[in-house]
């Protein structure tokens, strides 16, 4: 996966005669789907990508319709079920101040406010009450809420975050 880049969508079928495909969106914010002007279609599994520019993007119930310059017949679209429709990491939405995508916060070194180590986010759990960073260090594992309480800073340039280790967390 390349890491300059997001994953928005998913191809599931063919919708029509003249090339155009369901994408299942993959996102927090689905309605950026009918903004884009061009994406690149991605098979990780095959190692093949191409980039295309967008004819026409409609909403129809929880998916999208996208018509793909040329991209003309059911049969080239057919192709193309089950590629991830990515896009780059500069054309993602802002977020309001200590908000984080799961890709910004996963692999930050995680400090206690003493600066003692205690692993990496090795994974984000999105729970109903709040997410949950798991942090991971050698084979010790620590499960940290994601609450303004216990993660006192986030710092994307240095890739490390600060957090207040309440009793119990340990």
Known sequence: MNPNRLTVGKITKTQGK???V???PLSDFPARLKKLEEVYLVDSQKNREQQV???RVKQKGNTFIFKFE???SVETANQFKNYTLQIKIEEISSLVEDQ???FQ???LKVFDLNGDFLGEIAEIWELPANDVFVIRKEKREILIPAIKEVVKSVDLEHKEMIIHLMPGLQ
């Open 18 to 20: 003249q090339g155009e």
């Open 53 to 55: 520019k967008i004819q």
């Open 105 to 107: 916060l996963l692999g």
């Open 70 to 72: 040329g991209i003309d």
């Open 22 to 24: 369901t994408v299942q």
């Open 100 to 102: 984080y995508y799961i």
